[in-house]
């Protein structure tokens, strides 16, 4: 069988010495290779890297998994469950468009670590659009993972065989938004067989994102509402909520409504009986100090 | 014998006079032959007009007939050459002198009687511009021809009459001016069908329809299938202002030139709504052929240009949109000849989010894969979409509330109060105003504003431009937005019936340019 490190040597031969530079690579009788992994069924062989691979990194990790296509309330899942998680965890996700690439991108905002774990090559880009968020992984201290060597494309079996790496490498595995046959159902359920932890986060029950939580809740996973609990079961401190929490707005009938549900202008209109044109500058004031945004035709509260 | 009986030509909606040259020489062989680049059409005029004259008891010359249309180097087709070349031969053979400061125009038929031919309010601009007194049409377009004030137009019913006339016996009845509008009272029962208040809720969109209306502001509506876009879109017609006279005069030459004026009508009151289907080709949108003829955009000008489905059009076809949005007119370069073509119209767009169309939608789930909706959104976005001033987000209004705000309303007289009718009176009121500011300028609306008329026309207090730069860096906003804010401003305030733009009106402003479609 072609070996890892053979591999290596052969780029080396080939002159694309660059690239091996990059790369490193972790075989399962090594020392350094994630104990966590080794644990599952099944571990990859070898596992090809870039960037940052060391001990700490693997110590505290939590996947953070969800839809490709995330909305405006998975985003703010995110980015609340990290500014109360302790920011000592690494968080893993599959580097997909969507949630996955969230919580990447949140994980470098907040100062934490980050693994990715690509479904194909160690040298491919996959979406390729992600470029950017690929580079500042590696420049800021982040890991990139791939079993798969070179620049081998993802093919549909790829993707749940990565998954059994992000599920493998986490203590915790931390659901976001799944619809009924979201990829991310199984990363939860492999975490489930391998006695790891299992947390989503609850979302309205009219949303087609929420049915693959409501199912795995059902089996096995436990519900939480804060990055607290994700440091309670990790054993780490908690750190206090950033953010101002006191409101001096609180008498801004419109910020009220849209704290309990996202609404669109014509129904806040209909609600509060005002004028449409009266609506549109009150909800763009808003909308530049930050308190609300828009998408889709509906407001949210922030 | 040489007779010289006057005409013209149109190169895109340009005119240019023709010399219809008619020479009966006793010598040679007999024969008619036209000379002076005709096109197929203009060589079978030879046919129509031997057969015409045979059917109408004339005598016509056995000799040999030669027909220059002069000047010899212009490009010339169509049918109308009919009428100048019959004229020239009657005055040849008969010795009858042809009426002096008159154009001739029109098709004949074999039975000597004349039919409807396109063009002929081009001909009285021309004869207005030129000098000219009368000209003679086919009495069919005789509405179309004397909507040009000072110009004698004369209807031909048939040859026998032309010629009886030319003899000075039975005079052709004689129009001068107005015919008088006979539609003016009911000008908007017509549109009773589009009747705005019919689409229940909405209210965002039916605001920006009236801010559209009112200052002729570009419009896309982006949302899931049955939230009531298209109708809406359609309802614009019955709060939009009729024509004024400048522009009527506008878009009738455009629609004289492409034959679309019905037999008997003369200025068009109606703003132009255009709405081709997504499948239409690049030429067809901006115009095109060798000749160029116009595109839709052309037939949409001063009025509405209504694109359904906008992203379904090629790309070629919407960025092509792009330069006309900005300047108003196009140049259609063909090889031969480039033609300038006017096209101030207000686009109105509607798209669905996704290929599917439930992408943010709560009661349907949206099938598309992230690539898909990626493709299809990358067609709505960057440089068209710029040139857009007002982006609403729609959802479907929600099924309970159909119900009941239908059993509702009928009771209800309060509901009534935001119909098309009380909407077109805001409208007109707002359109008002925009004629008085622009009075010494070459501009009718706010949209239509330079940059120039922006800084002498809109001026901001420091607290609305504070909010206007704060606004242009939060959702990255380019230049060419910043200004457009400032217009749809401008438009608020008018509505408001204030003489200032006021830091609401930039508020509101804003909220129509802030969407994310993604």
């Known amino acids: 069988m072609f070996e890892a490190a053979d591999w ?22 090594d020392e350094n290779y994630p104990c966590l992994l080794k644990e599952i069924p099944d571990p990859p062989k070898h596992l090809y890297y870039k960037g940052n691979f060391c001990e700490e990194i693997f110590e505290n990790c939590v996947a953070v998994v969800g839809s490709r296509k995330m909305s405006l309330y998975g985003k703010k899942v995110v980015e609340h469950l990290f500014s109360t998680a302790n920011k000592s965890m690494t968080i893993v996700s599959g580097f997909m468009s969507g949630v996955d690439a969230e919580a990447h991108s949140q994980a470098l905002h907040f100062g934490m670590k980050t693994i990715a774990v690509m479904p194909c090559g160690i040298n491919y880009v996959h979406p390729e659009d992600q470029v950017g968020l690929y580079e500042k992984i590696i ?41 009924a046959n979201s990829g991310s159902l199984i990363t939860a359920r492999l975490a489930n067989s391998y006695g790891r932890k299992v947390f989503v ?102 | 014998m040489l007779v010289k009986v006057k005409s013209i030509t149109t190169r895109g909606i340009e005119t240019l006079g023709v010399d219809v040259e008619v020479n009966v020489s006793s010598r040679g062989i007999p024969g008619l032959e036209i000379v002076g680049l005709p096109d197929k059409s203009i060589d079978e005029s030879k046919d129509r007009v031997k057969t015409a004259f045979q059917n109408c008891g004339l005598e016509f010359p056995n000799k040999k007939i030669t027909i220059n249309l002069a000047p010899a180097d212009v490009h010339k087709e169509g049918s109308c050459y009919d009428l100048p070349i019959a004229v020239g031969l009657i005055c040849a053979v008969s010795g009858l002198k042809v009426p002096e400061s008159s154009l001739f125009f029109g098709e004949l038929s074999f039975d000597g009687s004349l039919r409807h031919t396109r063009g002929s309010f081009l001909l009285s601009i021309y004869a207005k511009e030129n000098g000219y007194e009368k000209v003679f049409v086919p009495v069919q377009c005789v509405r179309e021809a004397a909507s040009i004030k000072n110009v004698k137009v004369f209807g031909v019913e048939n040859l026998s009459l032309l010629m009886k006339h030319l003899n000075g016996e039975n005079l052709l009845r004689e129009y001068c001016g107005d015919l008088g509008e006979s539609e003016d009272l009911d000008y908007y029962k017509k549109f009773d069908e589009f009747e705005i208040g019919n689409v229940i809720g909405q ?13 002729g502001h570009n419009l896309i509506m982006v949302g899931p299938p049955g939230a009531g876009k298209t109708m809406l879109a359609k309802s614009l017609v019955s709060i939009l202002p009729p024509l004024t006279e400048q522009e009527s005069i506008e878009v009738t030459k455009i629609y004289s030139l492409v034959g679309k004026i019905p037999p008997g009508c003369g200025l068009l009151q109606q703003r132009p709504f255009r709405s081709p289907h997504h499948t239409i080709s690049y030429a067809g949108m901006i115009g095109g052929g060798s000749n160029p003829s116009p595109g839709e955009i052309t037939l949409a000008h001063r009025g509405i240009l209504f694109m359904d489905e906008f992203s379904e059009y090629t790309r070629l076809v919407l960025e092509a949109l792009r330069q006309p949005l900005e300047c108003g007119k196009v140049t259609v370069s063909r090889s031969k000849g480039s033609v300038d073509f006017p096209s101030r119209f207000v686009l109105v767009a509607a798209s669905n989010p996704c290929p599917c169309g439930y992408f943010g939608d ?51 007289i309060e509901k009534v109060k935001d119909g098309s009718r009380e909407m077109r009176i805001r409208v007109l009121e707002a359109r008002e105003i925009q004629k008085e500011r622009f009075r010494n300028e070459k501009v009718y609306t706010n949209a239509e504003m330079s ?11 420091s607290p609305s431009k504070n909010l206007l730069v704060q606004a242009v860096e939060k959702f990255g906003l380019s ?34 340019r802030s969407r994310l479609f993604l």
């Open chain 2, 451 to 461: 940059n120039t008329h922006v800084s002498r026309y809109c001026k901001l207090d």
């Open chain 2, 203 to 215: 209210e965002q969109i039916k605001r920006a329809l009236e801010i559209c209306a009112a200052g």
């Open chain 1, 139 to 179: 420049k800021q201290g982040g890991l990139i993972l791939s079993e798969f060597e070179s620049d081998f494309k993802p093919k549909l079996w790829t993707y749940p065989k990565r998954n059994r790496i992000v599920a493998g490498l986490s203590k915790v595995t931390v659901v976001v938004e799944a619809s």
């Open chain 2, 362 to 412: 709560t009661a349907h789930t949206c099938t598309c894969s992230d690539r898909k909706i990626k493709n299809y959104q990358s067609k709505l976005s960057g440089p068209v979409l710029d040139r857009i001033d007002l982006h609403i987000n729609v959802l479907p209004v929600e099924k309970s509330r159909l119900l009941s705000d239908y059993s509702q309303e009928t009771q209800n």
């Open chain 1, 8 to 29: 290596v040597r052969f780029l080396k031969m080939d002159g694309r010495e660059k690239e091996c530079e990059e790369v490193g690579c972790v075989r399962i009788e």
């Open chain 1, 201 to 302: 986060v609850p979302g309205s029950i009219f949303s087609d994102l929420s049915n693959g939580k409501i199912q795995i809740n059902n089996e096995f996973a436990k519900t939480i509402g804060s990055g607290f609990q994700i440091n309670e079961f990790l054993g780490l401190r908690c750190t206090t909520k950033s953010g101002n929490t006191d409101f001096d707005d609180q008498e801004n009938p419109i910020l009220i409504l849209l704290k309990n549900e996202p609404m669109t202008i014509n129904e806040l209109s209909e609600v509060l009986s005002t004028d449409i044109s009266e609506l549109s500058m009150e909800l763009t004031l808003l909308s530049l100090d930050g308190l609300v945004t828009e998408q889709g035709g509906k407001f949210y509260a922030c």
């Open chain 2, 479 to 512: 230049t060419r937005a910043y200004f457009k804010l400032i217009k749809v401003a401008r438009t608020l305030s008018d509505l408001d019936k204030k003489p200032n733009i006021e830091i609401q009106h930039v508020a509101e402003a804003i909220q129509y």
